[in-house]
Each structure stands twice: as C-alpha cells, then as structure tokens.
C-alpha cells in the first residue's frame, strides 16, 4: 500500500506548470487559477455552500470564513468545459485549481490561453497502469486470527466485549476507558479516504453501521460515481478497525461512529493525481460537516519518476496532499495519517501527507507497544518530531474480504485505530478545538518527555489524555459573604466518578477532604455543575485554599482520580462561633460502653456516625436524630478488639467533625 499508505511530492515541473510540448505525455492535468473573481457565492452566505454542521464547526472553533471556502468560479468552469477535447475531472476550491483529461497538445493551449488560467502541469501520464497490488505491500497482507471464537474476553464492567485480540488492542490505551463512560463515537462523523470499500455494505463487521444507517455518504474520486463498495478492500479494513461490533470477536475503536467512504486512490497506478484527488476528498469532508479524516494514504514516488519527491520536499508545506491536509486542519478537522511503511526501505522516511504540522502522523506497533520494523522513520525535514504518535499496526485486527476477522501490518491500520479513539475523546469534549485534542492525544504518549524518530510521544494513555482535557475544562470558584464560603465547580463525570472538596486554612500545611459527593444518575459523560457551603467557625484570618479532586475511575484495582481545579479567598477577619460544632465520647478510654454527644445546629433530621479504625475501614455505622441544643447516642464497644479507633460525624456530605477514641 503505497499510495495506500505512501505519500507524493510534486517536482518542480509540476508546480511550476508544463509547457504544452511537455504535457503533451500526459492525460491528466492540473489547470491552476489566478483568482475566484466574478464569484456567484458570497462569504456572507456559507449555507450555499456549506453544510450546517460545517458552519458550526466554523463557529465553535471561531474560524473565519475566507475565500478558500468559496467555490471555484463557476463561469471558469463553464469556459474549460466548452473547450472540446476537455474532460473536467475534479474540482479543489482550497488551491484554486482544476483537474482536467486530455490528451491533445492543441486542446491543453486552448486551457492555457484562458484569461483566468495561471499555469498547467501534468498530473498523470497517457497510461494510466502501474504497480497495481504492489501498492498494497507485503507487511499488509492477510493473516486469518483462527483464535478468535465468540467468547468473553473483556473485563467486568467493561460496556464492550472486544474479544481477546481486539481487546488487547484497546486496552493498550486504556480506550475502554472512554467505552466505559459513555463516549463511543455517537454524533461524530469521520471522513476515509481510501483505495475502495469492497463490500462494506454486506461483510458482517458492519452489520451494525449499515442497520443504524451510519454510513452517512460515498463518493468516488476516481471513477466520480457514488459506488466505493466494487472497488479494493483496504479502505473497508480499514474502516473495520473503527467500527467493527462483532460482540466477543471484534469490536472497533468508535463503533457507534458516522462514517463519511471517499475512494481516491487507484490502486492500479500512482500518479499526483490520487493527491489531488485526496485534496478534493478533504474538501468534500469539511463542506458536508465531518469532524474528523482518517487516511491510510501516503507518496513519495511514481509510477513515473520526474513526480517523485525527495526527502527535503517533505517539510509540510509543498506537497499537494499535504497542503490540502493543512487547509482541512485549518477548517477545524482533525487530520489523522499514516506516518508509512518505510521502514526497511531505501526510503525509510514518513511520507505525505504525514509530514504537515497539523497532522497527526500514526507510526505502528504491536499490542505489547513495540515498534513494527516497517513503521516509517521521522523526523520531518528540519527535524519536526515524526511521527507523532502510535498506535497498533502489527498484527492489526481487520475484517477481510472474505467475511473472516483476521490481522494485518501497516500504518494504515494503526491510523484508523488512532482516528477512532480520538473521535471518541473528542465526543467529550467539544468545546475544545482540533488541535486541544492532537496535543492532548501527544501529551498523554508513553514518550511524552522523551520523543523519538519511531513512535513520535509514544503511544496514548486516553484515561490520562482525559484527565488532562476534564483538567483544562473544570473550573473551580469561592465568594465569601460574612463566615460562609460558596464554592462552585462544573466539571464532566458518570454516576461512577466522585467528588472530594478539600480545604486548607491558615496555618496549615495539608489539605483536609471537608465534602464529598458523587453524580446523579448517567452512565453517559455530561457536564454538571456543583456548589457547597462551607461555614467557617473559629477560623483564623488568612489565605483559605480549597481544591477538588475527581475520581474518575473508582474501581479498587484502576483508580485514578484528578486535580480539576483550586481556588482560594481571603478571610480578612477571624470566624468565632458562639456554638462551635463539638464531638464528646463519655467516657474515653472506655471498655463496654461510652456516650457520644454531639453539640451541632444544623437542618437535617439525621446524623451519620462512622466508626473505624486507624487504617480507615470502617468498624460500624449509626444515624443519630438531631436535637437542640445535642444530639446523643450509646456506642457498644463489647465487640471491639482493643485499639484506637476515629468517630466521625457527618451531616449528609458535610463532616461536622472527628474525635479519637479508645477502646481499653
């Protein structure tokens, strides 16, 4: 997979335009414009020619709209067609250019006298055959996983039951985590640019996407029809690895994911025009409001070699397909591509589009996290850290033409991988750009701090990538009115996750937790917003530091939580209750029974008592009424082995209070 997974890079003569004598080798050309003048649509009006969703990309991510979103001039259009001999074959608004078919050396003069016409170049020769299945190189073929039978693989309480392959697969980057709490692709859209989709709408890995009808749209740059499901079977492997619901075989990275198929690669030869077309695919994934590409697609060389690239022309700005990456980044898309199969060639090097700035470029891996030989060398020329991150590529889980599951190597199995858990991190967080979620996907790589040429910032953490993300989103504040301190925190969470509210007041040097809450019911990501009163009672003046703790993943063998957010206010003059909150125990030490008395004012009709012991399990539990002006209760201490133990009150969340006691 070459140009399924190879990169191209123009020549000079390509760019810079072909005299008519040198075109004359040529079929397929590139008509460039000199401007979008006498324009039709208008930039005050983008619902002409962009989707809704589109516009809102543009407007969450506060994107200006400019000329490049315009369309090409439809009256240049109207003047190429009507030059006989011409074939207009596709059209890119973002580089002002078209894609013609012709063969005649007259008829190329005729475009090039145009008063609107800049230059032409050729973009692929009279013959139009090639290396055919050699685009699809060795390290991708098809090894069936006869391992694999419906069985539970996945762990308890996982949403999904992957099957052992594919679950080790996910579970390298903790992307069940993200399953787990609801965030599985609903709403995303995802555009694959590819070779072919051979049987996507019948193989069994998409029973799901074609019964909930997410196959949104297809299109075939190649053939310019709306078929992509004749055509080879890369882009459909591909595109299992994301949406593939086998429950117990094989299930993908965003299984519940809406999926734009663009065929523009022939698979049969390689030429700058499949660029071109990747560009046109990309443009045709920001208009109809996708959110994401995935390409497993990549060109240095050709099938004739005055188009090939050299290492120095991959520095992310010259390649048509790169640029044509860029400008998607540039309308909001996250750009996923994979870094190549170069690895043991001459080459060795990343290939385009991988080398743009806003691309994320995929190296390979195993489930174990070691590197595929294969996998693409970085850096980017000028030393720009490639590729950026990995994911599994080697022994890659992937449905097959056959409607077998089987494992295949190649970046363009890794990028598809990558693609789909990023969809889903993106999914909650929208409020966040494209690029907040590329550097999250980099920070949270297992070689974050200490990049290298093979697996870029590593392979990501997408529990620690969240984390990072819920970081940047929550916020946490505190007004003070007389003794009483508001605090209020909005972050995301799952009925699962838990809140801790932790305060340090002057003179101390630790934070003490002083509430505690958990989420209504949801199993689905939302935001919430929280608030709690905190009277302050015998508090010296001074700095009061409060900070919230989420605990995201509350099980006893994978807990984790985050530091969301801190705030911090001043209390300029001391708090003295009249009737602070006290804690007696009647007697202490004691040996059979001892009173606990409780001198509190609050609202609720119950107290919680917790005892327990110095390690913090929990011994015994008691609800006590409240009454004015104490609260009381007999504690039987008979079954209690000797030792020190901690009384601990609380009024629902809110602790009134701790003493010791001892039991001789």
């Known amino acids: 997979m070459k140009g399924l997974v190879r990169l191209l890079l123009v020549s000079s003569l390509f760019f810079l335009g072909c005299a008519t004598t040198a075109s004359a080798q040529f079929t397929r050309h590139i008509v460039w414009l000199k401007n979008k003048g006498g324009n039709t649509f208008t930039i005050g009006n983008p619902s002409a020619y962009l989707s809704a969703r589109a516009i809102q990309r543009r407007a969450n991510q506060q994107i200006n709209l400019d000329s490049t979103d315009l369309p090409v001039t439809t009256a240049y259009l109207d003047a190429i067609r009507a030059i006989s001999g011409v074939t207009v074959v596709n059209v890119s608004k973002w580089l002002n250019a078209v894609c013609i078919q012709t063969s005649n050396a007259a008829t190329l003069a005729a475009v090039q006298q145009l008063p609107f016409v800049q230059r032409t170049g050729g973009l692929a020769d009279r013959s139009m055959t090639g290396r055919g299945i050699d685009k699809f190189i060795e390290s ?8 694999i039978a419906a069985k539970n693989e996945g762990l308890a309480g996982d949403f999904y039951n992957y099957g052992s392959s594919a679950g080790n697969e996910i579970k390298l980057h903790k992307g069940e985590f993200l399953h787990n709490i609801g965030l599985r692709g609903q709403g995303m859209h995802i555009a694959m640019l590819d070779g072919g989709f051979f049987n996507y709408n019948s193989l069994r890995a998409f029973d ?11 299109w075939d ?7 992509v499901s004749d055509d080879h079977p890369h882009g459909m492997q591909c595109l299992s690895t994301i949406a593939a619901n086998i429950p117990g075989q094989f299930v993908g990275k965003a299984p519940q994911a809406s999926f734009h198929l663009f065929r523009t690669e022939d698979v049969n030869s390689e030429y700058p025009i499949e660029e071109f ?13 996708a959110d994401l590409i995935s390409s497993s697609l990549g060109y240095y060389d050709f099938d004739n070699p005055v188009f090939n690239y ?14 044509g990456a860029d400008w998607a980044a540039k309308k909001g898309l996250l750009v996923f591509n994979s870094a190549g199969n170069e690895g043991n060639s001459a080459w060795r090097y990343i290939i385009t589009p991988a080398d743009g700035d806003s691309v994320l470029a995929i190296g390979a891996v195993n489930a174990l996290g070691t590197v595929g030989s294969f996998s693409s060398y970085g850096p980017a020329t000028g030393g720009r850290i490639k590729p950026d991150i990995a994911s599994v590529g080697v022994a890659a889980v992937v449905q097959s033409s056959n409607n077998n599951i089987a494992t295949a190597n190649g970046t363009s199995f890794s990028c598809p991988n990558m ?42 953490d997408l529990q620690q990538a969240f984390s990072w993300l819920l970081s940047e989103y929550a916020t946490v504040s505190a007004q003070l009115n007389s003794c009483v301190a508001t605090i209020n925190w909005k972050s995301k969470d799952v009925e699962s996750m838990r809140y801790e509210l932790q305060r340090m007041l002057p003179g101390e040097t630790n934070y003490t937790t002083i ?38 993943d509350t099980a006893a063998a994978t807990k984790r939580s985050v530091l969301i957010d801190s705030t911090q206010l001043l209390l300029s003059n001391p708090c003295i209750a009249s009737s602070a909150p006290q804690i007696q125990l009647f007697p202490n030490p004691a040996t059979h029974t001892t009173r606990l008395v409780i001198n509190y004012a609050g609202t609720n009709p119950l107290l919680q008592v917790a005892i327990s012991d110095m390690a913090g399990r929990i011994i015994a539990r008691y609800t006590v009424p409240l009454r004015s002006p104490s609260s009381s209760t007999d504690v039987l201490l008979s079954a209690f082995p000797k030792g020190a133990y ?10 009134v209070g701790t003493i010791k006691l001892i039991k001789d």
């Open 208 to 218: 799901s996407v074609n019964r909930n009808g997410q196959i949104l749209s297809t």
């Open 419 to 460: 693609a789909g858990l990023g969809a889903c991190l993106w999914q909650g967080f929208p409020e966040f750009n494209n690029m907040k979620i590329a550097e999250a996907l980099k920070r949270s790589g297992s070689r974050y701090t200490t990049p290298d040429d093979r697996m870029g910032y590593g392979i990501p």
């Open 646 to 655: 901690l009384v601990t009150v609380w009024d629902q969340a809110e602790k």
């Open 277 to 289: 077309n990747w560009v046109c695919a990309a443009e045709r994934a920001d208009s109809i409001g």
């Open 140 to 147: 991708e073929l098809l090894t069936p996983l006869e391992e």
């Open 515 to 552: 509430y505690q809450t958990s989420p209504a019911a949801g199993q689905v990501l939302r935001n919430n917003n929280y608030q709690y009163s905190d009277r302050l009672e015998t508090i010296q003046s001074g700095t009061i530091k409060y900070r919230v703790v989420q605990w995201i």
């Open 221 to 227: 740059f190649v053939s310019r029809n709306a078929t």
């Open 310 to 323: 050299t290492y120095s022309q991959l520095n992310g700005n010259t390649t048509l397909s790169v640029r």
